[in-house]
């Protein structure tokens, strides 16, 4: 049974509290990216990563960093710099760097307080 | 990434065909439409993709116009489970990203009415 998987569903953390966001993908997809939506919002690039090892900015990737170690993982770390973390992180893959049929997970929510 | 205009919300009632319509005047040649669809809390689900004229799948329907500077996605006799957002993404194939950026507007919020 292929497909993205995200843990955990919710999250809580303190401010001031790194937290680290797991994605896995079983898809055998090069790409992988991260996205955060905000309540009656759209989605907005975080990172991605085109192959193994690599990975760029997004629009909003300050107080985020990410690794990509495997091709099957993807995980993101939201750290203290980041002003206002609480947010729905989605994070996607596709067969190629920018193609637009992406498969999504779950989500998680992250709620700082 | 091409700039997409699309309605904010539409209401339909169950068994109608929903039209939605995305405007992409700086369409590029190279660039392909994708629409994703959105329930509350769940990650984006890829509907449909296409580059010209009409794709049809199980789902749903996106008709182009020969100048590509549109394009509207069509769901068939609706009910109150396609009640979500619906995205319009417009961009080139895989060997142009670079630095492309992907964003999802605001979307469509389409509600289906009993």
Redesign the interface.
């Known amino acids: 049974d292929g497909g ?1 998987t995200q843990s955990p569903k919710y999250l809580f953390r303190k401010e001031g509290q790194n937290v680290t966001l797991s994605c896995e993908q079983n898809l055998n997809h090069d790409a992988m ?1 991260w ?1 955060r939506q905000d309540p ?6 975080i990172y ?1 990563s ?1 192959i193994v090892n690599d990975f760029q900015k ?2 909003i990737a300050e107080g985020y960093s990410v690794s990509r170690e495997k091709k099957e993982s993807f995980p993101l770390t939201v750290t203290s710099a980041q002003k206002n973390p609480t947010a ?1 992180y ?1 994070c ?1 893959s596709s ?13 998680t ?1 992250l709620t700082v307080t | 990434l091409a700039k997409t205009t699309q309605p904010i919300s539409m209401d339909s009632y169950e068994g109608q065909e929903v039209n939605i319509t995305c405007s992409h005047n700086n369409i590029a040649t190279n660039d392909y439409i994708t629409w994703y669809q959105q329930f509350p809390s769940q990650g984006p689900r890829f509907i449909i993709q296409g580059y010209k004229t009409k794709v049809t799948n199980e789902v749903a329907s996106l008709f182009i116009p020969a100048d590509r500077k549109s394009s509207t996605l069509s769901l068939p006799r609706v009910s109150l489970s396609d009640t979500a957002v619906y995205y319009c993404l417009v961009g080139g194939p895989p060997s142009n990203f670079g630095n492309e950026k992907l964003t999802f507007g605001t979307g469509t919020r389409l509600t289906i009415i009993p």
Do not use: K
């Open positions: 993205i990216y996205y009656g919002q759209g989605l907005r690039l991605y085109q997004g629009d729905f989605l996607a067969m190629w760097g920018g193609d637009l049929e992406q498969y999504f997970g779950p989500g929510r």
